[in-house]
Nanobody, 114 residues
Framework: QVQLVESGGGLVQPGGSLRLSCAAS????????MRWYRQAPGKERELVAS???????SYVDTVKGRFTISRDNAKNTVYLQMDSLKPEDTAVYYC????????WGKGTLVTVSS
């Protein structure tokens, strides 16, 4: 079993920045890939960024150059640095990991608005 807890969401103006954190606990030694997803109101959940256990990253085209995913294996934490935020980035952001099964956090709300 793995537990994921997100933090760092909030209200930010367009062009601003936020850093999301996801702390993992439980049988963390089996965690391979970790991901951030988001779900905007009335839309399906979409994959935003992924990072493997060796640090390989990938991003959805709409956030490339603005978001950066990273992980601190010593702290069992994955981060999502979000810069140049746009109103269309408004969503609930979820942390996900695969460790002999799929695990999800409960999400953290990011609102980009003036």
């Amino acid at each position: 079993q793995v537990q994921l807890v997100e933090s760092g969401g909030g209200l930010v103006q367009p062009g601003g920045s936020l850093r999301l954190s996801c702390a993992a606990s439980g049988i963390i030694s089996s965690i391979n890939v970790m991901r951030w997803y988001r779900q905007a109101p009335g839309k399906e959940r979409e994959l935003v960024a992924s990072i493997t256990s060796i640090g390989l990253t990938s991003y959805v085209d709409t956030v490339k150059g603005r978001f950066t995913i990273s992980r601190d294996n010593a702290k069992n934490t994955v981060y999502l640095q979000m810069d140049s935020l746009k109103p269309e980035d408004t969503a609930v952001y979820y942390c996900y990991c695969y460790a002999a099964g799929a695990y999800w956090g409960k999400g953290t709300l990011v609102t980009v608005s003036s």
